[in-house]
């Protein structure tokens, strides 16, 4: 069996697993044992840039150690899992330390599941040297041709792309398109949300971008949220690069009044704490 028809015989039978709450526990070691001994082909795009700013949004239930609605005073508690996550994530695997940012507030919500008398923190955070990431996108499945919040023209990073496929001869040309249209589909999976092992495809590719791609000199992947149409770009980024290059800019508690369904954006969240004024890692509210 030729290379190309390998790649397609695998891509084949793994996209079963693009259904939703296809991958269970069993299933995620089954995919992995194939992965990582059988089918161990990546490719995707890369090129430089510099990421200004984004957003988190943090659930004060989820982090506090009493899992109450309290005011959050530790700025730790608006970073990674200090220990690793615990469940696997859209580009985690379970045990990693994965920094998630958005560029569109409603977008978190939806991801994260809020419902209505949450109360949440939302954190900005801004670069703080000049630092150009070595980012990998996600952008085959992106509707739109530019984001203004992150400043990328999707039109010119699908030209580059097609530039970049060029340069390949023929075979390997075909291989690398069937791929990345591939690992597109994985991020964009509707996945079951009580079931994280559903995103374990996803997963499993970010930790190989991260560590594989490159020589592992990826820092940063973009990818579509799927809670919100893939309208909006979410970040996940390495947890040592967000340390050293990003500094708290501002925090908003807010208080959920009326949660963003999954065919409408709107809410209503009412303000209730606001500071810019941070100290020993301690917020000043």
């Known amino acids: ?9 695998y891509i084949s039978n793994l996209r079963k697993y693009l259904d939703k709450n296809s991958i269970n526990e069993n299933k995620a070691k089954q995919i992995e044992f194939i992965l990582l001994n059988q089918f161990r082909f990546i490719s995707n795009l890369t090129f430089k840039k510099k990421i200004d700013s984004f957003s988190r ?9 009493d899992k109450s609605e309290k005011t959050i005073d530790e700025i730790k508690k ?19 330390k994965i920094l998630y940012g958005t560029d569109n507030i409603i977008s978190a919500l939806k991801e994260a599941r809020v419902d209505n008398n949450d109360t949440i923190t ?5 670069l703080k040297n000049e630092r150009m990431l070595t980012i990998s996108p996600i952008f085959k499945n992106f509707p739109f041709i530019y984001n203004e919040a992150f400043n990328l023209n999707f039109f010119e990073l699908r030209q580059e792309y097609i ?27 509707d996945v ?34 799927v809670q919100d149409d893939l309208l909006a770009i979410n970040i996940a980024m390495k947890y040592d690069v967000f340390d050293d290059n990003y500094e708290l800019d501002k925090v908003e508690e807010k208080k959920v009044i009326l949660k963003p369904n999954d065919t409408d954006s709107y809410c209503e ?17």
């Open 269 to 285: 969240l009412a303000p209730t704490k606001y500071s810019k004024s941070f100290s020993n890692q301690i917020i000043n509210w």
């Open 1 to 9: 069996m030729k290379e190309n028809q390998q790649l397609e015989y």
């Open 57 to 65: 949004v943090t659930i004060n239930k989820r982090v506090n150690d």
């Open 78 to 96: 608006l970073k990674y899992p200090p220990d690793g996550a615990k469940t696997n994530g859209r580009a985690n695997l379970i045990g990693e």
């Open 122 to 126: 939302v954190s900005t955070w801004k």
């Open 163 to 189: 530039k970049k496929l060029n340069e390949k001869d023929s075979e390997i040309k075909k291989n690398i398109d069937l791929f990345v249209c591939f690992l597109s589909d994985c991020f964009s999976k």
């Open 192 to 225: 079951d949300a009580n079931n994280h092992f559903d995103y374990f495809l996803s997963s499993f590719y970010a930790n190989r971008i991260f560590n594989f791609l490159q020589n592992g000199e990826i820092e940063c992947i973009l990818f579509p949220s």
